[in-house]
């Protein structure tokens, strides 16, 4: 119900977002925020891991590994409705209609990848250190961003990123 609530919602969001554009947003959202969605989320792993080897830490290392499963596992799912739906992006025409769903193989729009990815990451370090109050504010609050990115940079629709975050806490 959200999500097609959402779908009136996204082309007023989207020309929002494109009239309020700067330079200095778009270089952070394209060299900060978007690549949480894939290479940041994987270092991010990474040093967990590293750190859990080097400090003997096996909660670091679980949960790199735990993050890792999860990031894999939204990577395929997503493939799903993405392809099945086929919805264009907002970028893919100057007359494209958040409601252009044109079936198997015609879009890639639907949900989100990026957002999957780094909310299936996020959700993880979250739980696993939610004792510590600031580890799932930070973990959720760059995820957010890194969502708000792809609609920023006009990659996707608004309810894209939500189905993409919702899908990547699940996972």
């Known amino acids: 119900a959200s999500t097609g609530a959402l779908l009136f919602a996204d082309e007023p969001v989207a020309d929002w ?7 200095f947003l ?8 978007e690549p949480f969605g894939a290479e940041y989320s994987l270092a991010v792993c990474g ?3 590293g750190y859990g080897l080097l400090a003997k830490n096996r909660k670091s290392e679980s ?6 499963e999860s990031f894999a596992l939204a990577s395929l799912f997503v493939r799903i409705p993405k ?7 907002p970028d893919s025409s100057i007359d494209v209609s958040p409601f ?15 957002t999957i990815a780094v909310f299936s990451v996020a959700s993880v370090i979250a739980n ?9 504010v930070l973990s959720y609050s760059l995820a957010g961003l890194a969502g708000l990115s ?9 309810s894209d990123v939500f189905v993409g975050a919702v899908m990547g806490i699940a996972i």
């Not at 696993?128 to 799932?136: F, G, I, K």
């Open 150 to 158: 792809r609609i920023y940079d006009n990659r996707h629709w608004a």
């Open 83 to 89: 392809y099945l739906l086929g919805r264009q992006r």
């Open 47 to 49: 040093v967990l891991y």
């Open 63 to 68: 949960t790199a590994l735990l993050a890792v």
């Open 128 to 136: 696993q250190y939610r004792e510590t109050v600031w580890v799932p």
């Open 26 to 33: 778009d270089d952070v959202s394209k060299s900060v925020f």
């Open 100 to 114: 252009d769903f044109q079936g198997p193989f015609n879009g890639s729009s639907f949900p989100s990848g990026h």
């Open 17 to 23: 977002m494109q009239d309020h554009q700067t330079g």
